[in-house]
């Protein structure tokens, strides 16, 4: 379209040029208006051009869109088509089974069928039977019936010689219950004499205890002060009998005064008395102390009497309960140096109650996880007031 326009265009201004010279002047204004049409009518064919141009551009795009959108329809269409043909075959498939289903259950009507009739045959047998014994049992029912009114009438005597008898009884009750009257009040008085009775016995009782308690106290005073004077006798005369180094060994009141060879690697007693006894472990049977005092005192085992005598460690702990050694169940005070004790041989257990083992222990230069104490304080004074006899 364009390009006509263009021809139009200069097949005008060819026609313009052919005119006569007279005329060129005018020609030329003419010429010049004519152009300026041409040029306008040209500028709104091509802008109508445009707009149309711009107007079947959008329908384009347009039906692109539009294209588009059909496209993913019939894409989600298909999608819906394939789940439809898919629930399709699954109800296909569920009415085949359906089927299947409803030709058992014809089967188990027709034999639930034969069952109801056979039931139903059984039934009338069983309703003519209990219609015949009905019948038998409908006469001695009635003979049954005669002989309970007969009872009845003779329920109905007893029950009136009953009631004249609850008359007589009822009447009874009251003339007792005005006697149980008379007894209540009775008994009142009685029960507010024994009241002033008890009071009355309550002091008697409280100055009976106060004197028996009295008399108590001072019997009891001479009681104890005549034991102590029979222990203190029986202990003199005990300490006056002559005792062997065995019978002294396995007594709980007496020591072996005895100097043993002992093991000397870590001890807080040195040069302190010595004193042995037995124990009650067959595999570490002599205890050896060494006192510090008479309240702290170093302690030792040893396999035989006169044998060497050996640190005891502790397996689970530091010692505090080797006092069990002494015979009392208080647990040691022992020093806080036990890291310092050296590794050498000796006794050692973990708790209370167990034999005791032979081994290293100690702490340094190597840790063996049982060490052993300078010193132990168990509460027990040696020798005390025990028996001490030399070696």
């Known amino acids: 379209m364009m390009f ?15 005119h006569s010279p007279l005329t060129e002047k005018k020609a030329e204004d003419d010429i010049i208006v004519k152009k300026e049409i041409v040029i306008n009518n040209l500028q709104n064919q091509i802008n109508q051009e445009t707009v149309i141009r711009l107007s079947l551009l959008k329908q ?19 999608t819906n ?23 058992q259950m014809k089967h188990d009507h027709n ?59 009822k009447a009874q009750y009251d003339i007792q219950e005005k006697r149980m009257k008379k007894l209540f009040k009775k008994q009142e008085k009685i029960q507010s ?27 009891y005073e001479k009681i104890w002060k005549m034991k102590e004077d029979l222990e203190q006798n029986i202990t003199s005369m005990i300490n006056k009998l002559p005792l062997t180094k065995q019978d002294c060994l396995e007594s709980s009141n007496c020591w072996l005064q005895y100097s043993f060879e002992y093991d000397d690697s870590w001890n807080g007693c040195e040069d302190g008395a010595q004193y042995v006894k037995k124990t009650n472990y067959s595999s570490t049977p002599y205890l050896g102390v060494m006192t510090c005092s008479s309240t702290r005192y170093k302690l030792f085992l040893s396999k035989t009497l006169t044998g060497k005598y050996y640190n005891i460690a502790d397996g689970g702990g530091t010692g505090d309960d080797h006092c069990e050694l002494l015979g009392t169940t208080q647990r040691g005070v022992l020093p806080t140096d036990y890291k310092k004790s050296p590794n050498t041989q000796g006794f ?22 049982k060490w052993y104490e300078k010193w132990i304080e168990c509460g027990v004074n040696i020798p005390g007031n025990n028996r001490i006899i030399p070696m």
């Not at 200069?10 to 040029?17: E, I, P, R």
């Not at 009775?197 to 205890?209: G, R």
Request: hydrophobic content about 35%; overall charge negative.
């Open 193 to 219: 004499s024994l009241g002033d009775l008890h009071n009355e016995d309550k002091k008697i009782l409280s100055e009976t205890q106060r004197m028996i308690a009295n008399h108590s106290k001072n019997t």
């Open 111 to 169: 034999d639930t069928s034969v069952s109801l009739m056979n039931v139903h045959h059984e039934y009338n047998k069983k309703l003519s039977e209990m219609e015949q014994m009905m019948k038998i049992n409908h006469n001695d029912t009635s003979k049954k019936i005669v002989n309970v009114r007969n009872d009845l009438l003779n329920v109905t005597k007893s029950v009136g010689l009953l009631r004249n008898y609850t008359d007589e009884i």
């Open 348 to 369: 050692y257990r973990s708790s209370r109650g167990e034999t005791f083992t032979f081994g290293t222990i100690g702490y340094t230069p190597n840790w063996t996880s």
């Open 4 to 18: 006509s326009h263009c021809t139009i265009l200069w097949t005008l201004f060819a026609v313009v040029d052919s």
């Open 81 to 103: 088509a394939a789940e439809i043909r898919k629930s399709y075959d699954d109800l296909r498939d569920e009415d085949k089974k359906m089927l299947n289903e409803i030709e």
């Open 60 to 78: 384009v795009y347009s039906l692109v869109n539009d294209m588009i959108n059909v496209k993913n329809e019939m894409a989600a269409m298909k």
